[in-house]
Nanobody
Framework: QVQLRESGGGLVQPGGSLRLSCAAS????????MGWYRQAPGKQRELVAT???????NYADSVKGRFTISRDNAKNTVYLQMNSLKPEDTAVYYC??????????WGQGTQVTVSS
């Protein structure tokens, strides 16, 4: 079992920045990839960014050049640096971990609101 705990959400003005953090605990040795998804009201959950143990990254087109995913493997933590935020980035952001045997775990979610 893997437990994920997110932090760092909040209210920010358009053009501002936020950094999300997600700390994993439990069977962290089994994690192959970690990442972030988001879900806006009335919409399906969508991928934001992921990063594998090998360093491969994948970003949604809508966030490329603005968001950066990073991992601190020693701390079992994944970060999402979000710059140049737009109102359409408003959503609940969920941390995600996928294990070597392809089990998926989710955090509880953290709200990000971009508004003036």
């Amino acid at each position: 079992q893997v437990q994920l705990r997110e932090s760092g959400g909040g209210l920010v003005q358009p053009g501002g920045s936020l950094r999300l953090s997600c700390a994993a605990s439990g069977s962290t040795f089994s994690i192959n990839a970690m990442g972030w998804y988001r879900q806006a009201p009335g919409k399906q959950r969508e991928l934001v960014a992921t990063k594998t143990n090998g360093g491969s990254t994948n970003y949604a087109d809508s966030v490329k050049g603005r968001f950066t995913i990073s991992r601190d493997n020693a701390k079992n933590t994944v970060y999402l640096q979000m710059n140049s935020l737009k109102p359409e980035d408003t959503a609940v952001y969920y941390c995600n971990a996928v294990t070597l045997n392809r089990r998926t775990y989710w955090g509880q979610g953290t709200q990000v609101t971009v508004s003036s």
